[in-house]
Every structure is written in structure tokens, then in C-alpha cells.
DNA sequence: ATTGTATATCGAGGTTTCTCGATAAAGCAA
DNA sequence: TTGCTTTATCGAGAAACCTCGATATACAAT
């Protein structure tokens, strides 16, 4: 876990927006997936688009971000076809709670 | 509390260093506040020399540091003659974790 | 094979951050 | 007053970040 990385990603109002509504992918991308069938359903899972089209920034923006966040720990993905499915790592989220809360 | 502030004022190695070296500061800095009367004494508070000194970073950088993270709300600071002592402010790091843990 | 769609990567311009030395301000000591 | 110490602020160059459009890649559909 590198706390100064995961700080960066954390530090810019659109990807804190998007790890808030990756919370409850259901409640915010209500019209989420409608390209996979149920058994390839990626749990909890956002594809690229979808989120691009919420937060209002430009494609390659989006890209770079879930990315750089993924790279910091904070989301994990796989790819079905030609989507990209992101969605949280809460491993890496509660470890840096408990870092706030004990360690800080 | 602004979370965006508070997650860049901590995306930074000195900066995270001299919080955490300010949660025991009797620990990391023994020589502290040879100056005072222990009338005047600011409970846990640190100043800019002795954490200057310990960083390892220019005058002007830790000076600025210092007042960053207490726009951020991580420390408060009181002035004693040309002495400015700055101690954590742990409301701010309480309701920060639990941000962390409930919210995001 | 060609076309179309979703995502990733490249290159670049503008903005912010990092960090410093120089200077200012504030207060103590002579 | 003059000088000394401590901290804050200013100005600037280098590095990093933000964000975009253009292009590349990967795969599906026709």
C-alpha cells in the first residue's frame, strides 16, 4: 500500500466522485451492462462508458484516471470483449482506513 | 472539512513524515521547546525550527508546509513570542478516518 | 475485408505543486 | 537604536498534474 500514491489519486474531485458512486454501481449506473449476459456479469463492475458519461470528462480523462487509480490500488478491472469493467478494491480501502485511524 | 484539501496536503512524503512525527512529539523531538517556561509550555506543540531541522528542507518550504497543512485543518499553531508552535489537530484527523471508513 | 464500437496510449498546452534563496516582519537582547 | 533570531512571504525555475484531441489497439458485426 503506498499511502503517498493512494493520496494523489484520491486528491481530484472526479475520481473521489467516481469511488463514491462505485460504492452503489446500481443506485448510479441504473441502466449499467446492458451488453453482458447474466453469467458473465462482472459483480459490482462499471464499464468505462458509462462512467465517462456521469462524470463529464473527456474519454481519454476517464481512461488516465481509472487507471492511475488502479494503479494506486483503489479499483481493480477486468476486461469482457470490448469493455472494461472497473470496479472497487475495498481491500485497499479499508487497509487505508486503518491506517487513518491507527497508524496517522 | 474540505477532503480535497486534506488529501493533497497529505500526498506528500515531508508533509505525512512531520504528522506522524507529530503524534509523539516528546518522542521525536527530546531537545523540544527549551525555550519556554513550562507556564507557557503549548501542550504538544513543535516549532518550525526544531521540525525544520529533522525534515531536512529548507526554512521557507517547511514554513510553508506547515501553514498548508493548517489551512487543511491536520494543525493548529500558536504563537509565542518569535516561536510558532504547531501540534496536530485531531478533529480533523477523527473525522477524516471516519470518512474514510463510513463515507467513501 | 471493412466498418463500427470501446478502451488505451501519445503528445501537448495550461495549471498547479515543489522547492529554493532572498527578503520582510516581528520580537528579544545589548 | 542596532543587531540577532525566528518565522512568514515573495519570486522564480523545474517538475508534476490536468485535460484534451488525435491516434492506436482490440474485438464484434456485417
Redesign the interface.
Known amino acids: 500500500m503506498n499511502?503517498?500514491e493512494l493520496?494523489?489519486a484520491?486528491?481530484?474531485?472526479k475520481r473521489?466522485q467516481i469511488?463514491?458512486w462505485l460504492?452503489e454501481p446500481e443506485k448510479h449506473f441504473p441502466k449499467q451492462q446492458a451488453h453482458l449476459p447474466k453469467e458473465v456479469h462482472y459483480k459490482g463492475g462499471v464499464c468505462v462508458g458509462d462512467i465517462q458519461e456521469k462524470v463529464q470528462a473527456s474519454q481519454s480523462t476517464v481512461s488516465q484516471y481509472l487507471a492511475m487509480m488502479q494503479r494506486a490500488g483503489l479499483l481493480e478491472s477486468i476486461r469482457h470483449n470490448q469493455w472494461t469493467y472497473y470496479r472497487r478494491n475495498e481491500e485497499t480501502?479499508q487497509k487505508?482506513?486503518a491506517y487513518?485511524?491507527k497508524?496517522?
Request: hydrophobic fraction near 55%.
Open positions: 499511502t503517498i493520496f494523489k484520491l486528491s481530484n474531485e473521489l469511488l463514491h460504492k480501502l487505508l482506513a487513518l485511524d497508524e496517522l
